[in-house]
């Protein structure tokens, strides 16, 4: 039997976006930026930097993935 997708996973079939846990993004609707802590109902689950909790996000609005260095990999700002 297979195993069906995660949450994640299925976010990233579905929109076509490099998203796993532990990714970086810019929330250019307001200004901050923060960490993919998992996915939920279609949803990304991101804690801002400096919160204790996490949030849920459209994957694609308002967000910036970026990688490693900090440089922008896929936006979503319209």
Same mark, same amino acid.
């Not at 919160?51 to 896929?74: N, R």
């Given at each position: 039997?297979?195993k069906?997708?995660?949450p994640?996973?299925?976010i990233r079939d579905?929109y076509?976006?490099? +998203? ?6 810019? /929330? ?5 930026h923060g +960490? $993919?802590?998992?996915a939920?109902n ?6 801002? /930097?400096?919160?204790?909790? @996490? ?8 967000i910036?993935?970026? /990688?490693d @260095?900090?440089? $922008? +990999?896929? @936006?979503?700002? /319209?």
């Amino acid at each position: 039997m297979v195993k069906p997708p995660g949450p994640l996973q299925r976010i990233r079939d579905r929109y076509k976006i490099p +998203v796993k846990r532990g990714t970086r993004i810019y /929330d250019a609707y307001s200004g901050t930026h923060g +960490v $993919v802590t998992s996915a939920k109902n279609g949803r990304l689950m991101i804690r801002r /930097d400096g919160w204790k909790f @996490s949030i849920p996000y459209h994957p694609t609005w308002m967000i910036d993935y970026l /990688d490693d @260095s900090g440089a $922008v +990999v896929a @936006s979503f700002r /319209d």
